[in-house]
């Protein structure tokens, strides 16, 4: 099992940029497939963003390529979100999560493949 530990996020304005991070322990964290889901209130945790364990592979939900970036430090067990340009239909808390790769090319985007999860974030953007 992987433990989750999130820092970032806060309340910014439309247009600020913000950086959230995630930094895991437990199981090797190089082998692991990590994603970024987030959830506003009275919707389903939707998929934000995903990073293989080589770190080569990323994937983007529509709603924030080109203005979010995920990144991996294994020498950190660290994977940050880095989001630019905010617009108040971000606004969610915002959750890392984990599951074991066993394919250097595969990436996951639905929840349900995950099995760890950190403890959540708030991140608002204002108008």
């Known amino acids: 099992q992987v433990q989750l530990v999130q820092s970032g996020g806060g309340l910014v304005q439309a247009g600020d940029s913000l950086r959230l991070s995630c930094a895991a322990s437990?199981?090797?964290?190089?082998?692991?497939?990590m994603g970024w889901f987030r959830q506003a209130p009275g919707k389903e945790r939707e998929f934000v963003s995903a990073?293989?364990?080589?770190?080569?592979?990323?994937h983007y939900a529509d709603s924030v390529k080109g203005r979010f970036t995920i990144s991996r430090d294994d020498a950190k067990n660290t994977v940050d979100l880095h989001m630019e340009s905010l617009k108040p239909e971000d606004t969610a808390v915002y959750f890392c999560?984990?599951?074991?790769?066993?394919?250097?090319?595969?990436?996951?985007?639905?929840?349900?493949?995950?099995?760890?999860w950190g403890q959540g974030t708030q991140v608002t953007v204002s108008s």
């Open positions: 999560a984990s599951r074991t790769c066993y394919d250097a090319s595969v990436y996951f985007t639905a929840a349900y493949e995950y099995l760890d």
């Open positions: 437990g199981r090797a964290f190089s082998r692991s497939c």
């Open positions: 990073i293989n364990w080589t770190g080569l592979t990323t």
